[in-house]
């Protein structure tokens, strides 16, 4: 009769363990399939996003950074982004502390602070692309969010993820998107995605996990026009505008001079 009980008992672990094992299979097989199912909606993002040869588009921003006493601050922009591919660009930034535009046509790039009537120029010759990488690795002028402008925005943006993970549906200004989220080893990044045959991507937030506070980089994308007016891309400088070199312009990141910025690095 104790052996039988035994037995019984020794069945119900094993059952029990079976149970588990097939329960932990599912939900690895749930996150795997629904890590899929991000992936692929990105992929349709990058290739809508990348089809567009001419778009205009307005933006708000909020960059956040974490104080030595450990206080969140948050600063908020708006701007916009015009561009026609391969090799034409205008982006306007307009906060609280700095009013600047970036402006380019394919030869030339001109960094514009208009709100102190001063201006500097490099010859640029190539895509978007590369005007992008030669911002960020001579002048120390990045973007967060630039990512999405890429002609290869997929390739970008899942180069260094380890995890994805399809969140469910949301509502951004009314228009309902998919949610996804992505891990990489600095950064988690979250992206809401117009639900429909226009990809559009309508809000984007990277993380920091680097950085104590885990600050937040987040940019709302409002109106998408896919045209552009043609003479977009035409400097004219203001009148009594000073033309200084790259490095004596000051004043044109998103947060006020001597706050270091700690949120949107990926």
Same mark, same amino acid.
């Given at each position: 009769?104790?052996?039988?009980?035994?037995?019984?008992?020794?069945?119900?672990?094993l059952c029990?363990?079976i149970?588990?094992?097939?329960?932990?299979?599912?939900?690895?097989?749930?996150?795997?399939?629904?890590?899929?199912?991000?992936?692929?909606?990105?992929?349709?993002?990058?290739?809508?996003?990348?089809?567009?040869?001419?778009?205009?588009?307005?933006?708000?921003? %909020?960059?956040?950074? #974490? =104080?030595?006493?450990?206080?969140? $601050?948050? &600063?908020? !922009?708006?701007?916009? +982004?015009?561009l026609?591919?391969?090799?034409?660009?205008?982006?306007?930034?307009t906060?609280?502390?700095?009013?600047?535009?970036?402006?380019?046509?394919?030869?030339?790039?001109?960094?514009?602070?208009?709100?102190?009537?001063?201006?500097?120029?490099?010859?640029?010759?190539?895509?978007?692309?590369?005007?992008?990488?030669?911002?960020? %690795?001579?002048?120390? #002028? =990045?973007?967060?969010?630039?990512? $999405?402008? &890429?002609? !290869?925005?997929?390739? +970008?943006?899942?180069e260094?993820?380890?995890?994805?993970?399809?969140?469910?549906?949301?509502?951004?200004?009314?228009?309902e998107?998919?949610?996804?989220?992505?891990?990489?080893?600095?950064?988690?990044?979250?992206?809401?995605?117009?639900?429909?045959?226009?990809?559009?991507?309508?809000?984007?937030?990277?993380?920091?996990?680097?950085?104590?506070?885990?600050?937040?980089?987040?940019?709302?994308?409002?109106?998408?026009?896919?045209?552009?007016?043609?003479?977009?891309?035409?400097?004219?400088?203001?009148?009594?505008?000073?033309?200084v070199?790259?490095?004596?312009?000051?004043?044109?990141?998103?947060?006020?001079?001597?706050?270091?910025?700690?949120?949107?690095?990926?």
């Amino acid at each position: 009769m104790a052996i039988a009980v035994r037995r019984r008992r020794h069945v119900h672990v094993l059952c029990t363990l079976i149970g588990l094992a097939v329960i932990m299979a599912a939900t690895d097989n749930r996150a795997i399939a629904q890590g899929q199912d991000a992936v692929k909606i990105l992929k349709a993002m990058s290739d809508y996003v990348s089809s567009q040869k001419a778009l205009s588009v307005t933006f708000d921003s %909020d960059v956040e950074v #974490v =104080t030595t006493t450990l206080q969140k $601050i948050q &600063f908020t !922009n708006s701007g916009q +982004v015009q561009l026609s591919r391969p090799d034409k660009l205008r982006v306007t930034r307009t906060g609280g502390y700095t009013d600047v535009e970036v402006i380019f046509d394919g030869k030339t790039v001109t960094i514009n602070n208009k709100g102190a009537n001063a201006f500097a120029q490099a010859e640029a010759p190539g895509s978007i692309d590369q005007l992008i990488d030669l911002l960020r %690795d001579k002048y120390g #002028v =990045t973007a967060p969010g630039a990512d $999405i402008m &890429f002609s !290869n925005a997929f390739d +970008v943006m899942t180069e260094d993820v380890i995890e994805s993970a399809y969140i469910g549906r949301g509502v951004i200004d009314d228009v309902e998107c998919e949610h996804l989220a992505f891990r990489n080893i600095d950064t988690d990044w979250q992206i809401w995605i117009e639900v429909g045959a226009h990809a559009i991507p309508r809000k984007y937030v990277i993380t920091s996990k680097s950085v104590t506070g885990g600050p937040q980089y987040t940019l709302r994308i409002k109106e998408w026009r896919t045209e552009v007016l043609p003479d977009a891309f035409a400097f004219k400088p203001a009148q009594g505008a000073k033309k200084v070199a790259m490095s004596d312009l000051t004043d044109i990141d998103e947060v006020p001079q001597g706050t270091v910025t700690t949120g949107g690095a990926k």
